[in-house]
């Protein structure tokens, strides 16, 4: 049996330079960067960013060079079954990943696509099947799920999850049929440079906090949860601040931050800052002491390990995320989002330490994140899941290749 190079046509919806579509694409850019000398990848992806109609910057037609990835940045119209037929047939992959399963005008024509032509598919939902997410226009998803259910169900669809509650949300929503077919492997977040990440942090002082929130700001990642909280800091707490970073995608949900940005209590300031460019992301966790991050449904959350590894500590929700055990670190609060008001007790509390007692947790956070994170490690286990998917699918062997 002939062996060759393994071929992967990968779709996201958005894939840098956008910035605004949050931690998979960055996962993925990190990801397709530490395997390209392994694999040829062939990456489908919008032509703009979240948010936006404009085409993005430094861009053309056909297939770019990102960092040795082949990535095709596609305007709407292009989202056709004819259009995906032609790429597939152009790219002769081995497995098409797909990354979203309710991004139906990726996935609907590129799933009918690659079963034509008896490529095996590899869905990474991302976490849209668990709780907090599948709870948005949950009606609509289920119907959408119904309707699409015997092609989930077929032997050539394999998962991705990236935790063990994105796995069980996947046998819950689809069924025993994917039990066997779920590859559980996490994420290849960005590691900062610690050096540069340690000139950054000021010295933390006593009855003085900067927090920062840094997500999309959608109901799902709970900004106004923690808006409330910081309204909720009680007289001479000191002096709080609270810098928001990420792209407003429900303009609805964004007034009501604003209003309640509005009514903060004396002691506690509040300021917009954008969207951040994902190369700062570091830099902005390095110079805050705090990431307040009360989230309602995470797969992964990738800005969770991103803070911790430049040195930020997190105060979590509790259950929502794989991070749960921070606070057993040392590296932060994990608090449930029942008892809102220990939430502005963590806030109060860190408020009130010293440079030295912070110092500890900002250690802790580096710690941990150094001990739970190996992007080299993640990437080897994503090309041993290509492989297999590919294997099963193709009943191809591939080239032997030297360690990511």
Not at 137 to 161: D, Q, S
Not at 230 to 245: A, E, H, N, Q
Not at 335 to 347: D, G, Q
């Amino acid at each position: 049996m002939s062996s060759r190079r393994l071929r992967i046509l990968l779709s996201v919806c958005g894939f840098p330079p956008a910035a605004n579509y949050g931690g998979p694409a960055v996962s993925l850019d990190n990801l397709t960067r530490l395997l390209c000398g392994d694999a040829d990848f062939f990456v489908l992806t919008r032509d703009h960013d979240k948010g936006e109609t404009r085409r993005l910057e430094g861009i053309h037609d056909g297939w770019n060079d990102r960092n040795g990835v082949r990535v095709r940045y596609l305007p709407s119209g292009e989202f056709s079954l004819d259009a995906f037929r032609r790429v597939t047939a152009e790219t002769a992959p081995d497995l098409v990943y797909l990354n979203s399963l309710f991004s139906a005008d990726f996935v609907i024509p590129l799933m009918k696509a690659a079963r034509e032509a008896q490529v095996p598919i590899l869905l990474a939902p991302r976490g849209e099947l668990c709780t907090g997410a599948l709870a948005i226009r949950r009606l609509k998803k289920l119907a959408y799920l119904l309707t699409l259910g015997p092609w989930l169900r077929g032997e050539n669809v394999f998962w991705h999850a990236t935790s063990s509650e994105e796995a069980a949300a996947i046998r819950a929503r689809i069924g025993d049929d994917a039990a066997g077919r779920i590859f559980q492997i996490t994420e290849t977040p960005t590691l900062p440079d610690w050096d540069e990440v340690r000139k950054i942090q000021p010295l933390k002082q006593k009855g003085f906090l900067r927090c920062v929130f840094l997500s999309r700001i959608h109901p799902i990642k709970n900004l106004r949860f923690a808006l409330e909280a910081l309204r909720g800091m009680s007289p001479g707490s000191g002096g709080i601040g609270l810098d928001i970073y990420g792209p407003p995608e429900d303009a609805d949900y964004w007034s009501e931050c604003q209003r309640l940005i509005a009514s903060m209590p004396a002691g506690v300031q509040v300021l917009y800052r954008g969207s951040a460019d994902h190369g700062e992301v570091h830099r902005i966790f390095a110079a805050h002491d705090v990431f307040v991050f009360p989230t309602q449904s995470e797969n992964y959350g990738h800005v969770v390990p991103e803070a911790l590894s430049a040195g930020c500590p997190v105060i979590l929700s509790q259950g929502t995320t794989p991070w749960d055990g921070i606070e057993a670190a040392g590296a932060g609060r994990v608090i449930s989002l029942s008892h809102p008001e220990l939430f502005t007790r963590a806030i109060q509390e860190l408020a009130a330490m010293d440079g030295a007692a912070f110092g500890l947790l900002r250690r802790n956070a580096r710690r941990f994140a150094e001990e739970q994170l190996n992007p080299e490690e993640s990437a080897r286990a994503y090309l041993r899941c290509f492989e297999q998917v590919a294997s099963a699918g193709t009943g191809r062997e591939f080239e032997a290749r030297s360690d990511v």
